[in-house]
């Protein structure tokens, strides 16, 4: 008897039922809003702040630090899991990567919306724009790590703004 490679899911088939069939596509498709469009990963980011605020806001720096080394190691194992189950490494309805490297950024930031909005427009602009070196590590590391890296250096660049908007006084 041969044995045939799993097929990837159809369009249709990935719903939320789909999505909640497993731990790690739940997590990775962001409870499910990687599935909302358009622009999953701006809902997945915007979960991810309300995450934040809900949560993550409250921690010391220690456990932030914890959360966030967790979720990229987890993020790296799972996002190569369900982009293998997709056959596409680095699907956009994968948001897990958006979220982390979100939480990094809010982590940095000063409080208060103004500063947190800034955050959140820096980092889906670099995010999408993938300035160099994001597009070289996006376009080349097509594996877990490739998939959290790219938003992880999106997430930098919207510091380093932030950090030049603060010195400045914009924020």
Known sequence: M??????????STI???????????????????GLLRPAPGTWGTL??????????????????ALVLLVGFIYGCWACQRVGKELKRPDDSRMVWDEMVAFWLVLWLTPPGFFAQMAAFLLFRLFDIVKPPPI???????????????????AALYALLVLALLFQVGVI
């Open 2 to 11: 041969t044995q045939h490679p799993a097929q990837a899911p159809s369009e």
């Open 15 to 33: 719903s939320l039922s789909w999505v909640y069939r497993k731990p790690d596509r739940f997590l990775v498709m962001g409870l499910g809003s």
């Open 47 to 64: 979960l991810a702040w309300l995450i934040w605020f809900a949560a993550f806001s409250r921690l010391n720096d220690a456990a932030v």
């Open 135 to 153: 597009g070289w590590f996006d376009a080349r590391l097509k594996n877990g790590f490739g998939v959290m890296w790219d938003d992880i250096v």
